[in-house]
């Protein structure tokens, strides 16, 4: 069992930054990719970014170039770096977790996913 908690979002303007972070329990988190996807009101959830336990990142095209994911092993966290933040990136994010999970096409697929967390809200401000 693995318990995600997920802290950083708030209210930004546009143009400019926030750092979300997941924190996770147990004693085999390097074994997992892990995963950050959002979701705005009266729309699905949408994938943003994972990183693999090998350390390969992805992230969506609304996102490259302005987010980047990293993770820390030892202290149990990933991190999801957003600049150049936009009224659009405006949703609820949340850190999710699967083992062993490599391939970039399911990575973005939220039900490959095992673990969430509760989720943060991020809005954007014009």
């Known amino acids: 069992q693995v318990r995600l908690v997920e802290s950083g979002g708030g209210l930004v303007q546009a143009g400019g930054s926030l750092r979300l972070s997941c924190a996770a329990s147990?004693?085999?988190?390097?074994?997992?990719?892990m995963g950050w996807f959002r979701q705005a009101p009266g729309k699905e959830r949408e994938f943003v970014s994972v990183?693999?336990?090998?350390?390969?990142?992805y992230y969506a095209d609304s996102v490259k170039g302005r987010f980047t994911i990293s993770r820390d092993n030892a202290k149990n966290t990933v991190n999801l770096q957003m600049n150049s933040l936009n009224t659009e990136d405006t949703a609820v994010y949340y850190c999710?977790?699967?083992?062993?999970?490599?391939?970039?096409?399911?990575?973005?697929?939220?039900?490959?996913?095992?673990?969430w967390g509760q989720g943060t809200q991020v809005t954007v401000s014009s």
């Open positions: 999710a977790a699967k083992q062993w999970l490599e391939s970039s096409s399911r990575a973005r697929d939220p039900t490959e996913y095992d673990y």
């Open positions: 147990g004693r085999t988190f390097s074994s997992y990719a």
């Open positions: 990183i693999t336990r090998s350390g390969r990142t």
